[in-house]
T-cell receptor
Framework: KQEVTQIPAALSVPEGENLVLNCSFT??????LQWFRQDPGKGLTSLLL?????REQTSGRLNASLDKSSGRSTLYIAASQPGDSATYLC?????????FGEGTQLTVNP | DGGITQSPKYLFRKEGQNVTLSCEQN?????MYWYRQDPGQGLRLIYY???????QKGDIAEGYSVSREKKESFPLTVTSAQKNPTAFYLC????????????FGSGTRLTVV
């Protein structure tokens, strides 16, 4: 059974700092990995989708990497802003299932 | 704009009552999913459907039922058999195939009163 772990569970940083969120998964037989953002009481917004054959994806200040063989992904956020404050969820697709980590709650302080 | 619409945003259920959560998508996606989110437990899969008139149980299907009569719609019924239904419910959809990601709705918060 696929298991996804995210570290740290919570992170508080000053505005402008670069930061890295970590995700690991136990079964490397994945189709893709997706990073989501969730604001309190809201649905999930997809940030980046990395196919199993890819090593990284970039969107604006966000960069996600994937090392399938070691079962790891990182989400790099450059020049963080207070508006980046949210919970970030990592999820992997294996077969017909999407398995989530429990998320990293990020707070960016002005 | 294409997307997933969940309604209502908030729902209150009395003990012993069945309630139905709506999920509609206009993305022409084949597959639809229902997840439950509880604090400290992440998202758990309730039911999913990859084609009209067919659906499969997820990890926590007990006390829930679904139907998939149309490609665009995948309603979830929370029955009285679900003993702890208070949670945030999220619907998702995607095109079937290994290269496609998931799109999520804005969620329904269900509270038992």
């Amino acid at each position: 059974k696929q298991e996804v772990t995210q570290i740290p569970a919570a992170l508080s940083v000053p505005e402008g700092e670069n930061l890295v969120l970590n995700c690991s998964f136990t079964d490397s037989a994945i189709y893709n990995l997706q990073w989501f953002r969730q604001d309190p009481g809201k649905g999930l917004t997809s940030l980046l989708l990395i196919q199993s054959s890819q090593r990284e994806q970039t969107s604006g200040r966000l960069n996600a990497s994937l090392d399938k063989s070691s079962g790891r992904s990182t989400l790099y956020i450059a020049a963080s802003q207070p508006g980046d404050s949210a919970t970030y969820l990592c999820a992997v697709t294996s077969g017909s299932r999407l398995t989530f980590g429990e998320g990293t709650q990020l707070t960016v302080n002005p | 704009d294409g997307g997933i619409t969940q309604s209502p945003k908030y729902l209150f259920r009395k003990e012993g009552q069945n309630v139905t959560l709506s999920c509609e998508q206009n993305l022409n996606h084949d597959a639809m999913y229902w997840y439950r989110q509880d604090p400290g437990q992440g998202l758990r899969l309730i039911y999913y459907s990859q084609i009209v008139n067919d659906f499969q149980k997820g990890d926590i299907a007990e006390g829930y039922s679904v139907s998939r009569e149309k490609k665009e719609s995948f309603p979830l019924t929370v029955t009285s058999a679900q003993k702890n239904p208070t949670a945030f419910y999220l619907c998702a959809s995607r095109t079937v195939g290994s290269g496609y990601g998931y799109t999520f709705g804005s969620g329904t918060r269900l509270t038992v009163v």
